[in-house]
């Protein structure tokens, strides 16, 4: 039976019982499981998310290497350094904070990262591997949270409609492909979608990914439906909450995730995981 609130908790527990010996047979073999976080600034957001990251790092037993850049760095000293990162064989993942400052050139940065070491899908040759269903490929660590949710609470996906909200290629476009992997129908919405509530309450599961706080209630909904939150954001309180007016929409559903406590804790475990592969691979 699947559980009303579909929280983090459980699924992380489980990846990391799975990551655990994996990391410990590594470094058995005197490779130590390495991330590199690329920093532009100190943007209180990334700098939240760099703390969470080492923390589940340190749990783990995984090196983690900060590369720390002022806001006004030089494209050429951050490409040096992301050069730098892929011709260090002792760093096997890397994760660069986005978005970049403006006057940089972020898809150029993007793409100079080695796609073997692309933790986080950011570049074009990441993306296309999710595109053109490469086994190798590392997808975004988001999108792939709300497939380890689904697949960890034994959601069907094949023969289901699902209504993914956003098309950006942090979190839209590349689930999508991904739920198409497993034979789900997809319908990939959008701000310039016509009656989107029409759209979404007639889905079997709803993804919403637009970084909206509470933009969708009641009415984007009908009973019975999975819905994921992938939203992180602020209300006028000051409160964390996603992108589903959780208040109006928990009661009508048959499961959705929470925020906090959801796909937001998971990302950060499938960017430690992308990093173990990528250790391993270096290992063969």
Request: glycine fraction near 8%; hydrophobic fraction near 40%; aromatic fraction near 8%.
């Given at each position: 039976m699947i559980p009303h609130i579909l929280g983090s908790k459980p699924v992380v527990e489980a990846m990391e019982q799975d990551l655990r010996p994996r990391v410990e047979l590594l470094r058995s073999k005197g490779v130590v499981p390495t991330l590199a976080i690329v920093r532009v600034g100190n943007k209180p957001d990334d700098i939240s998310y760099e703390r969470t990251a080492i923390k589940r790092a340190e749990a783990l037993d995984i090196a983690v290497r900060v590369f720390e850049f002022p806001a006004d760095v030089s494209h050429e000293l951050l490409a040096g350094d992301i050069t730098y990162i892929n011709e260090d064989?002792?760093?096997?993942?890397c994760l660069m904070f986005r978005p970049l400052p403006e006057f940089l050139d972020e898809k150029a940065l993007c793409d100079l990262l080695a796609p073997h070491k692309d933790?986080?899908?950011?570049?074009?040759?990441?993306?296309a591997g999710i595109f053109t269903d490469d086994p190798d490929s590392l997808p975004p660590a988001t999108a792939e949270a709300c497939i380890k949710v689904l697949d960890h609470y034994r959601i069907p996906l094949e023969g289901k409609h699902v209504v993914v909200i956003g098309r950006s290629l942090v979190i839209g476009k590349p689930v999508s492909m991904m739920l198409l992997r497993h034979n789900a129908s997809v319908t990939i919405c959008h701000s310039r979608t016509a009656d989107l509530p029409a759209i979404t309450r007639a889905a079997d599961i709803v993804i919403c990914a637009t970084g909206r706080a509470k933009a969708y209630g009641?009415?984007?909904?009908?009973?019975g439906q999975i819905v994921l939150d992938v939203g992180i954001n602020f209300d006028d309180e000051g409160h964390m909450c996603g992108d589903v007016d959780f208040a109006q929409v928990e009661p009508l559903v048959e499961a959705i995730t929470p925020v906090p406590g959801g796909i937001g804790s998971i990302?950060?475990?499938?960017?430690?995981e992308h990093t173990v592969m990528a250790a391993e691979q270096a290992a063969l």
């Open positions: 064989p002792k760093i096997h993942g933790v986080d899908g950011v570049s074009s040759a990441a993306l009641a009415d984007y909904f009908a009973p990302t950060t475990l499938c960017t430690m």
